[in-house]
T-cell receptor, first 113, second 113 residues
Framework: GESVGLHLPTLSVQEGDNSIINCAYS??????FIWYKQESGKGPQFIID?????DKRQGQRVTVLLNKTVKHLSLQIAATQPGDSAVYFC????????????FGSGTRLSIRP | DADVTQTPRNRITKTGKRIMLECSQT?????MYWYRQDPGLGLRLIYY???????NKGEISDGYSVSRQAQAKFSLSLESAIPNQTALYFC????????????FGSGTRLTVV
């Protein structure tokens, strides 16, 4: 069946450095990939999405890269700040109907001062 | 006030009891979802609804039921709670124009003893 998973459950980054969070997916038919951020005690928050016909998309301090050849997705956070501490989930849409997505298991990003 | 409000925030219930978790939204979104979050497993879809007359099962619907009472309200029921339904439950909404940009509530932490 479909699955989406992250390479590392935890990631520790020095404040000010760039963070790279990786994700692998299995469903070749997925046409949307999404990143969410979940801070402690809160629900997930949408960060950025990318369509399968793109290989890169940039937002504010974040960049998502999509490599369909190896079914790999990454989220890059520039100049990581303490407020970036959270669990990050990648997600992909599944099936032919819109708005149904499955989530990976998450990477916990911690920031070293 | 939050865009997506879940009640209660925390609940402890006994095995075999019926319990309802409620979700209301002020986003004006047509699409609503219930997810369950367990440690290390990410979020898993229980049920979703694309409008008031539409109810669909997700990947883990057994033991759960839902009711879409109005566009703004989507409730999740556990007919006979069991301990392995102990989890964090999230309601989410999305708009047709951005189907994967979910807005999540703050979650309901349910413990079944």
């Amino acid at each position: 069946g479909e699955s989406v998973g992250l390479h590392l459950p935890t990631l520790s980054v020095q404040e000010g450095d760039n963070s790279i969070i990786n994700c692998a997916y299995s469903n070749s038919a997925s046409d949307y990939f999404i990143w969410y951020k979940q801070e402690s005690g809160k629900g997930p928050q949408f960060i950025i999405d990318i369509r399968s016909n793109m290989d890169k998309r940039q937002g504010q301090r974040v960049t998502v890269l999509l490599n369909k050849t190896v079914k790999h997705l990454s989220l890059q956070i520039a100049a990581t700040q303490p407020g970036d501490s959270a669990v990050y989930f990648c997600a992909e849409n599944i099936g032919s109907s819109a708005s149904k997505i499955i989530f990976g298991s998450g990477t916990r990003l911690s920031i070293r001062p | 006030d939050a865009d997506v409000t879940q009640t209660p925030r925390n609940r402890i219930t006994k095995t075999g009891k019926r319990i309802m978790l409620e979700c209301s939204q002020t986003k004006g979104h047509d699409r609503m979802y219930w997810y369950r979050q367990d440690p290390g497993l990410g979020l898993r879809l229980i049920y979703y609804s694309f409008d008031v007359k539409d109810i669909n099962k997700g990947e883990i619907s057994d033991g759960y039921s839902v009711s879409r009472q109005a566009q703004a309200k989507f409730s999740l029921s556990l007919e006979s709670a069991i301990p392995n339904q102990t989890a964090l439950y999230f309601c989410a909404t999305s708009a047709a124009g951005q189907p994967y940009g979910y807005t999540f509530g703050s979650g309901t932490r349910l413990t079944v003893v």
